[in-house]
Structures are given as structure tokens and as C-alpha cells.
């Protein structure tokens, strides 16, 4: 099968799908789950609702004929992290997919009617734990989107001059710590730091009172490069696996602080939450889309011809303390697409200076914010610094999260009736320790 046809709308598989699964055939996003059986970390594949279990595949030969697994197999899918896999190169996670793609087809019945095969390697995703898909040696953090850019340098400084003198120039980022990266699902406690707010003489430490979500995308780097290399921006996707859900959680008033002179540090580093499944950049390539007009234009070494960004709706709702799981109130709707610096040119300008990618690391997009009042990406956006609280439906109002409050992060991709979906990313605020 072309590689160009596992994109193709037509393409339908055995497996039945619920109306509008964020997981057709056409998506077969990647993942790491724990056996139930307690059998360890295996890689899978979403397909529905079930993760398809790779490595039993593999142990059952589905994969033999794959010249670029040859070397790893069956090992390379009883893994704790996609990073094994993606250290094999692009030709092997493109094998792997379209192979899968091959299997789950409605007319290839090699999986379909082995009623043993089946049983082993269809797992219910309800039924399994899933794991942080990659080990990041080392993560950065950065600030693309010119709305969010915008109204933080209204709320903190001259509404005038909202943007720095920097930030029309190049993809504004800072290198954050990758041990406080959990999987989705995973609690985040409130953290302890320094605060002090405008009218307090000191400052004071405790419980962050100001604890936000950001509402990012998250890139997985697939392809290193040698310490001192650089990585031209018309090269850069090709470095690029795949793409995560992804929420920055932030302590604002931590932040506020601190981050005169040097930047973020523990406003920031006390948590984020990545997704369990990483849709990759080929399962997008139907959905690319031309981002804002950059003015001035970048350096030559950040032109880049063609459509680099992607058509992602993404939405983040919450549920608030001590209500119901189905009590979601949606707080904000936006696009990836309005982002104005692109992956490929992020990734271009982390590199220029010779600084080596690592297989697994992870790229955040910064806060994902739209032109409208509904399509805000954080709580201090959309509350105005506390200026303007929400209200929900128990009656309660947040200027920043609670104890309790649980995020929920979605996203998808849609086009011809194919679902690109991403899943989730959710997480709930404990009580500082």
C-alpha cells in the first residue's frame, strides 16, 4: 500500500467504530500501555476503542517481513517509551503504521478472523493503563501564539507595547524539566513557592494561589542530530514524529515573581501533563493549513515556503470540585492553526545555534490562545487576571483553579468525513502537601 493511501477517506476497517472515534484507520496513533495481565509496558496502537498490542503482534509474526524491524523484533514494542522504536528511523514508524493499517483493513482477514490473534492483541483501552508515551531527555517550552503573547503583555505591562521588541523576530522559548512530565490522568499537587502580590510589602511563602492550565500542543522529536549540527527550516518536519495533547500547568503568582530576570523556573516546573498518544505528523498531512502572515518577515533562515501549520480544534473544559464526572463546563474552543510561529520554524530556531535534538524530546507550543473571548487558552486569560471570574453552572466562580478542579484537554482534526482525533488530557488539582 502507498504510503499516500493510508490517509485516503475511503479506507475502512473491521473494527467497529463508534460515530466520531478520534481513532479511524486513517489515524493509528502511537502509545505505550500496561498489560493488565501484568505482563510489563508494551507499544500499541489506537483503533477505536481498543490499543492494539504490538508486541503480541509481533511475537505472532505479523511483522516478520519488515526489513527496518528486523534487528529489534519482537523487543523493540515490550518497551517503556516510544524512544526505542523511533531510534529505528523514519522507514521503521512508517513500516509499522502502514503495516497495522494493512492488518486492520475491512478486507484483510490475516487478523480479522484468527479468533486467538484477536484476543490477545485487541485490548479495550478502558481496560488498560497507559504510560507517558516517551522518555524526554529534554523539553522546551515555547510562547507562539501572538493573541496569548499579547494579552499577557496587557495584563503585566503597557498595552501600547504588549509585544516585546523580540517576539515578531523568533520563536520565544525557555528549556523546562522533563521528571514533573506525567501522563495524563496523573494528579498534579498545587505547589509551594514564593508569591507576592502588588500591594504586600514582602514577599511570603506557600500554596500557590493562582494555579492556571495552559492549553499547548506538544511535538515529539523522532530524528537526532550531532552536537554543533544545525537543522534547516525546510528540514525540520522531517525530524518531527508526532504531535501530543499537552497541558503547562502554571502558578501564576509563583511566576509572576520570579521569572524577572532569568524566566520561568518553579511557577512552571512543578508539573505538566502530556496525552497518552501521539498522532503522527503523517496521519496530519491531509490538514495543513496556511498560518498568520508574519510582519516583519523572518530571517532568512526562518522563510519557509508552504503550509506548515495544521488544522487542530482544540478545547479544554473543566469539572469543578466535588461535582459529577459529567458536570464539564467548556471554558474555551481554539485552533492550532492560528499559532504564528510553526513547528518547523521552532525546531529550526532551537537548533540554529548547534544545539543537538534527542530522540524522544518534547516541544510545547506555549499557550494556545484565539482572537475571541471563547477561544482563550488559560484561566488568566479568560478570567482577566481574576478581573472577570466564571461563572459556573453549581453557582460557583473560578479566577483560578480550586483543589478538586479537574482540566480536560481534547482535540482533533477533521476533513472528508475522517476524524483525526488525539484523544485527551486531563488532570486533577490536589491539595498543596
Not at 287 to 314: I, K, T
Given at each position: 500500500?502507498?504510503?499516500?493511501?493510508?490517509?485516503?477517506?475511503?479506507?475502512?476497517?473491521?473494527?467497529?467504530?463508534?460515530?466520531?472515534?478520534?481513532?479511524?484507520?486513517?489515524?493509528?496513533?502511537?502509545?505505550?500501555?500496561?498489560?493488565?495481565?501484568?505482563?510489563?509496558?508494551?507499544?500499541?496502537?489506537?483503533?477505536?476503542?481498543?490499543?492494539?498490542?504490538?508486541?503480541?503482534?509481533?511475537?505472532r509474526g505479523f511483522f516478520d517481513e519488515i526489513d527496518e524491524l528486523e534487528k529489534g523484533l519482537p523487543?523493540?514494542?515490550?518497551?517503556?517509551?516510544?524512544?526505542?522504536?523511533?531510534?529505528?528511523?523514519?522507514?521503521?514508524?512508517?513500516?509499522?503504521?502502514?503495516?497495522?493499517?494493512e492488518l486492520l483493513r475491512h478486507d484483510n482477514p490475516a487478523?480479522?478472523?484468527?479468533?486467538?490473534?484477536?484476543?490477545?492483541?485487541?485490548?479495550?483501552?478502558?481496560?488498560?493503563?497507559?504510560?507517558?508515551?516517551?522518555?524526554p531527555a529534554n523539553y522546551t517550552d515555547f510562547y507562539s501564539s501572538i493573541e496569548h503573547a499579547t494579552n499577557v503583555g496587557t495584563m503585566f505591562r503597557d498595552p501600547a507595547n504588549a509585544l516585546l521588541p523580540n517576539w515578531r523576530h523568533l520563536p520565544i522559548g525557555y528549556h523546562g524539566r522533563t521528571s514533573s512530565i506525567v501522563v495524563s490522568g496523573t494528579p498534579i499537587r498545587r505547589p509551594h513557592g514564593q508569591r507576592k502580590a502588588p500591594d504586600e510589602a514582602a514577599p511570603t511563602f506557600g500554596p500557590a494561589?493562582?494555579?492556571?492550565?495552559?492549553l499547548e500542543m506538544a511535538f515529539v522529536v523522532g530524528t537526532g542530530t550531532a552536537l554543533g549540527s544545525t537543522v534547516p527550516v525546510a528540514e525540520a518536519e522531517s525530524h518531527i514524529f508526532g504531535l501530543a495533547l499537552f497541558n503547562d500547568w502554571s502558578a501564576r503568582d509563583l511566576q509572576s515573581w520570579e521569572y524577572v530576570p532569568l524566566g520561568p523556573f518553579l511557577g512552571k516546573n512543578f508539573g505538566s501533563s502530556l496525552a497518552p498518544w501521539?498522532?503522527?505528523?503523517?496521519?496530519?498531512?491531509?490538514?495543513?493549513?496556511?498560518?498568520?502572515?508574519?510582519?516583519?518577515?523572518?530571517?532568512?533562515?526562518?522563510?519557509?515556503?508552504?503550509?506548515?501549520?495544521?488544522?487542530?480544534?482544540?478545547?479544554?473544559?473543566l469539572v469543578p470540585a466535588g461535582g459529577p464526572a459529567t458536570a464539564e463546563t467548556r471554558l474555551s474552543r481554539t485552533n492550532f492553526g492560528?499559532?504564528?510561529?510553526?513547528?518547523?520554524?521552532?525546531?529550526?530556531?532551537?537548533?540554529?545555534?548547534?544545539?543537538?535534538?534527542?530522540?524522544?524530546?518534547?516541544?510545547?507550543?506555549?499557550?494556545?490562545?484565539?482572537?475571541?473571548?471563547?477561544?482563550?487558552?488559560?484561566?488568566?486569560?479568560?478570567?482577566?487576571?481574576?478581573?472577570?471570574?466564571?461563572?459556573?453552572?453549581?453557582?460557583?466562580?473560578?479566577?483560578?483553579?480550586?483543589?478538586?478542579?479537574?482540566?480536560?484537554?481534547?482535540?482533533?482534526?477533521?476533513?472528508?468525513?475522517?476524524?483525526?482525533?488525539?484523544?485527551?488530557?486531563?488532570?486533577?488539582?490536589?491539595?498543596?502537601?
Open positions: 500500500m502507498p504510503f499516500s493511501a493510508l490517509n485516503d477517506p475511503a479506507l475502512r476497517s473491521w473494527i467497529d467504530l463508534r460515530p466520531g472515534s478520534d481513532f479511524p484507520i486513517q489515524n493509528l496513533p502511537f502509545g505505550v500501555l500496561e498489560h493488565p495481565e501484568g505482563h510489563g509496558p508494551r507499544l500499541c496502537v489506537a483503533i477505536g476503542d481498543y490499543a492494539l498490542d504490538l508486541y503480541a503482534l509481533a511475537q523487543w523493540v514494542f515490550r518497551r517503556g517509551s516510544l524512544n526505542h522504536l523511533l531510534r529505528l528511523g523514519r522507514p521503521a514508524w512508517r513500516a509499522v503504521r502502514q503495516r497495522v493499517s487478523l480479522r478472523d484468527d479468533a486467538a490473534a484477536v484476543r490477545e492483541c485487541l485490548l479495550r483501552q478502558a481496560d488498560v493503563a497507559m504510560r507517558r508515551p516517551v522518555k494561589r493562582q494555579l492556571d492550565f495552559e501521539v498522532v503522527t505528523l503523517d496521519a496530519l498531512e491531509p490538514f495543513r493549513v496556511a498560518g498568520p502572515a508574519q510582519e516583519p518577515q523572518p530571517l532568512p533562515y526562518l522563510q519557509l515556503a508552504g503550509l506548515h501549520n495544521f488544522d487542530v480544534q482544540l478545547e479544554v473544559a492560528l499559532m504564528y510561529w510553526n513547528m518547523a520554524q521552532q525546531l529550526a530556531h532551537h537548533a540554529s545555534n548547534g544545539c543537538n535534538l534527542e530522540v524522544g524530546d518534547l516541544y510545547a507550543s506555549g499557550t494556545i490562545s484565539g482572537p475571541t473571548s471563547d477561544s482563550l487558552g488559560s484561566l488568566l486569560e479568560i478570567a482577566w487576571r481574576g478581573t472577570r471570574p466564571v461563572q459556573l453552572p453549581d453557582g460557583t466562580e473560578r479566577k483560578f483553579l480550586l483543589d478538586g478542579d479537574t482540566v480536560i484537554m481534547r482535540g482533533f482534526a477533521e476533513k472528508g468525513g475522517v476524524r483525526i482525533g488525539f484523544g485527551e488530557v486531563r488532570g486533577t488539582v490536589l491539595p498543596a502537601a
